[in-house]
């Protein structure tokens, strides 16, 4: 059975343990004991998961419980926090400020940005400040989070000296305080899933959004507020409330992994639930609805350095932004990269 594979060495060990010190009575409890700790654990043969999971056996994540009650501590559980209930210190009823379309940042980074292939906050401090293309310039954590400010939380950025800003940074920093300098372990971010040889189809996308999804996000993608109305139980998936057009997750190759990896919520923990074509497809499915168009003229100052699937022109290739959306994108690829060996 596949799920002995995975446990096997925890299995044999309680075997062994069983014939010689409790004797035959034990081992059917014991037996138990295995499969259960199998049923928890949980297997799946996908090898990305695999290695993020004996990745995370080496380096464990630091426990906030563990931090200390100083100066340095306070301001690190601070962040967390403003990072797991956002919608109360910056949502619509904020009490810092009313900035927000009133989501979390935990939305989109799952167990407050633990989480491995759940948008996962662990190569943040190993990473930056760094050059990214989208602004083409050397940015630091601050910068990255009021993009997500601008962008993903459809909002305001804050300055950069504020006390919310660094206790955000002092937990992003805690976070990955021991991952190497440069070091982007596996599962940090949201990874990268195959590209489908057909373009992603918003068609085939409806019906597994109609048979995976509404039951917690509902019918219209609006997601199911508190019932304080100050965040989400289930967060919006389109509509006025949700993210902008210049956020990341609007782009299929970054919504299609993150889906894959983590929804349906309760059923993709441990291991994915859906293939790569229905994860495609329902993204297709999802960023074809109205969010607002909020863009960024200076966004992509080189063109040549936009992403396949980036929706929107001019582009340095001759595809359409109808097909930089939903693909094929292996012959955008091909063709981005004979461009760039081009110009260098
Ligand atoms: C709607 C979803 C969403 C929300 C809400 C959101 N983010 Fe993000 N965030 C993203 C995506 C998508 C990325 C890019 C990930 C990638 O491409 O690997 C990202 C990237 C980041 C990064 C850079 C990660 C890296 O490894 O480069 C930081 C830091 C970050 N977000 C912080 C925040 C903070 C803080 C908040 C809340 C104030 C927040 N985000 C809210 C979707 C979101
Ligand atoms: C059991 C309830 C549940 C189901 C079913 C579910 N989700 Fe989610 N989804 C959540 C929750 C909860 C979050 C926010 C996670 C958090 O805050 O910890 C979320 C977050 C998201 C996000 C990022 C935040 C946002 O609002 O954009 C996307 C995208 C998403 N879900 C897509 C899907 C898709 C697509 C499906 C179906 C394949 C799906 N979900 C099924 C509960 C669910």
């Known amino acids: ?28 409890v014991l037996l138990g004991a295995g499969f259960s700790v199998a049923f928890i654990l949980q297997v799946t043969n996908d090898p990305e ?18 931090l200390p009650h100083t100066t340095e501590g306070d301001l690190i559980r601070y962040g967390r926090e403003l990072i797991v209930n956002t919608a109360a210190y910056f949502g619509p009823k904020g009490k810092v400020a009313a900035i927000t379309n009133g989501m979390n940042c935990q939305n989109c980074h799952v167990m407050a940005g633990l989480k491995p292939f759940g948008n ?27 993009d997500c400010l601008e962008r993903s939380l459809n909002g305001k950025i804050i300055d950069s ?21 440069g070091e982007k372990p596996a599962g940090s971010g949201i990874t990268e ?11 085939k996308g409806k019906s597994v959004f109609e048979s995976k999804c509404v039951r917690c996000h509902g019918s219209n993608g609006e997601g199911v507020m ?20 210049s956020a990341g997750l609007y782009r299929l190759s970054r919504l299609a ?38 863009k960024f003229s200076q966004d992509w100052p080189k063109m040549e350095t936009k992403p396949p699937d980036y929706p929107f022109g001019p582009y340095a290739d001759r ?3 109808q097909q930089h959306k939903f693909g094929p994108f292996i012959p955008i690829k091909a063709e981005i990269e004979k461009i760039k060996s081009g110009i260098k």
């Open 120 to 146: 996962s906050f662990s190569a943040v401090a190993s990473t930056y400040p760094r050059y990214r293309d989208r602004s083409g310039r050397v940015e630091s954590i601050e910068f990255r989070i009021n």
């Open 226 to 245: 508190l019932v304080d109305s100050n965040g989400y139980m289930y967060p919006p998936l389109w509509g006025d409330k949700s993210y902008n057009v």
């Open 319 to 321: 595809f359409t932004e």
């Open 1 to 28: 059975m596949g799920i002995w594979t995975a446990t096997g060495k925890t299995t044999t060990l309680i075997k062994t343990q069983a014939v010689q010190s409790f004797r035959f009575s034990w081992f059917p």
């Open 257 to 294: 992994p993150f889906i894959k990896y983590n929804m349906p919520f309760d059923l993709a923990q441990s291991s994915p639930e859906l293939s790569d074509e229905n994860a495609w497809d329902v993204a297709a499915f999802i960023s074809s609805q109205a969010r607002p168009d909020k």
């Open 49 to 66: 998961v695999l290695k993020s999971k004996e990745e995370n056996n080496k380096n464990k994540w630091p426990d906030i419980n563990l």
């Open 193 to 203: 899933i195959p590209y489908l040889s057909r373009a992603a189809d918003p068609a």
């Open 161 to 181: 000296n504020s006390n919310e800003m660094k206790a955000m940074v002092a937990y992003l920093i805690w976070v990955g305080k021991d991952v190497k300098k």
